[in-house]
């Protein structure tokens, strides 16, 4: 496993004086396109954008041009040094406890860290409720700041730290919350049938995340950005893999990296990255692929055999295939625990796309509004993509729900409900589904909706 990009030190400090140019450079020119895509609380008040337009952009313009001739002679020195990266990189924290004394705002609620480390920051006794465990996938849509704004998106650099943060007080404050402990109660002496077995016993949309022992992130492609969400998420989380991706011309036209990023308590023995071949569209410019990681399960438990699991996080194209996905062969591997039937959702699933154009809305920009919302079938098909979409392009992120004559939302039985964030399990797996939960906990931050899922393993 590689804990560093390069396999040696002067590889790496080239690497890194390429990026103190072209950092400068890449930042100047996302502040000269940022004042030119407006977000829809920009729209609404076109006056807070004049400073930037007036003042700032020829600034960064002047900066832009000044810059250019070095950044250019950084990006072909970065192609050469690209051929050594390593696909990946491992990072370890012996340290799991932030020191300082802090005070986090969430919203009207102030959590206050000493305090919160009673919770021992939402790790359990590695001897109770071993096979019990919670996975989240969770896009977080930490682009550069240009293309962060054709989702409606703005403040990158601070959504990427805010982020880290509501999961880091949530594994710490609700981690003692969560509900393994309740769900490996009931589980305890139950014999579900293999059919009933991907049935959860508890779904719906949460406001909080529970205690989570792995982190299956997407969309992760800036890495400044992502250094940020990783410096908070390793206050809890030992070991995380990011920085993942190949840079080629046939990977990624020496663009973004991947975007996948996976944190876990549990130590992780093995990694392996492949990238899909084929692409189209922007997908030609990100090394799209699949993340596989081998983690050990009971690594604190004195003379256990050992036990250990495999976790892949990917993030496919977002373009159509030669057939529907819910008839693609993966299904019959794997089981998706929110379908009832082919093409049919259980009732209490929710989708996982926002529509961007309504993401800034105050009704959504608080995780209870946001649970209120998802909850709601009407107020939800007004703010969640619906299921039924034909064809799938970029149209997609700016529609709006059908309206009647008198301005009312059309409901339809597909209505906010499209999932393209699932968490899927193999069909041969010694494993019950405890909990499936939709959590809106990054309200205003993302524009999707964060998917947690609860299970225990037969041993």
Known sequence: ??????????????????????????????????????????????????????V??????????????????????RIILYRFKKPYILSYSHNIYPKQHNTHRN??????????????????????????????????????EALSRFNNLDKTSKRAKEIGERLVID??????????????????????????KFEPLEAGVKVH??????????????????????????????????????FSWRSNHYGFNSGLM?????????????????????????CKGLLMTKVLLNEKIPGSKREVGYIYVTHLQ????????????????????CRETLGKDR??????????????????????????VLNDPCLRENYVINADIQFCSLSIMYSHPKRDERGNIVQTPAGGKRRIDLILCRNDCPLRIDCYNFVSRLAGLTDHIPVVMTFTCDR
């Not at 700032?56 to 020195?77: R, Y």
């Not at 490996?184 to 293999?194: E, I, P, Q």
């Not at 977002?318 to 819910?326: I, M, R, S």
């Open 56 to 77: 700032q952009c020829p600034i960064n313009f002047a900066a832009f041009l000044v810059l250019l001739a070095p950044a250019f002679v950084s990006f072909c020195l």
């Open 347 to 372: 009732d209490w699933a929710v989708g996982t796309e926002m529509r961007p154009f309504y993401v800034k809305n105050e009704e959504v920009m608080t995780p209870e509004g946001l649970q209120r």
């Open 262 to 286: 996976f944190a876990s308590r549990h130590p992780i023995l093995n990694v392996d990255f492949k990238y899909f071949p084929v692409s189209c569209g922007t997908c030609a410019i990100a």
């Open 171 to 196: 594994q710490m404050h609700y981690g003692s919350l969560s509900p393994r402990d309740s769900a490996a109660k009931d589980n305890h002496g139950l014999h579900r049938k293999n059919a009933e």
């Open 318 to 337: 977002a373009f159509d295939g030669d057939k529907k996905c819910c008839q693609h062969n993966l299904f019959t591997v794997y089981a998706d625990v």
């Open 1 to 54: 496993m590689y804990e560093n990009g390069f396999p040696s030190a002067v590889l790496h400090y080239m690497f890194e004086l390429t990026e103190i140019i072209l950092g400068p450079f890449f930042y100047s020119f996302n502040n000269v396109l940022s004042p030119f895509i407006l977000t829809t609380s920009e729209r609404n008040k076109p006056w807070l954008i004049l400073p930037c337009l007036l």
């Open 107 to 144: 919203g009207n609620t102030k959590y206050n860290t000493r305090t919160e480390l009673g919770f021992q920051s939402g790790l359990r006794d590695p001897e109770k409720l071993f096979g019990t465990f919670s996975i989240a996938t969770l896009n977080v849509c930490l682009l550069p």
């Open 209 to 246: 995340f529970p205690e989570l022992d792995f982190l299956c992130i997407q969309e992760c492609f800036h890495r400044g950005y992502s250094r940020k969400l990783l410096k908070e998420l390793h206050k809890v989380y030992p070991w995380i893999i990011y920085d993942v991706g190949v």
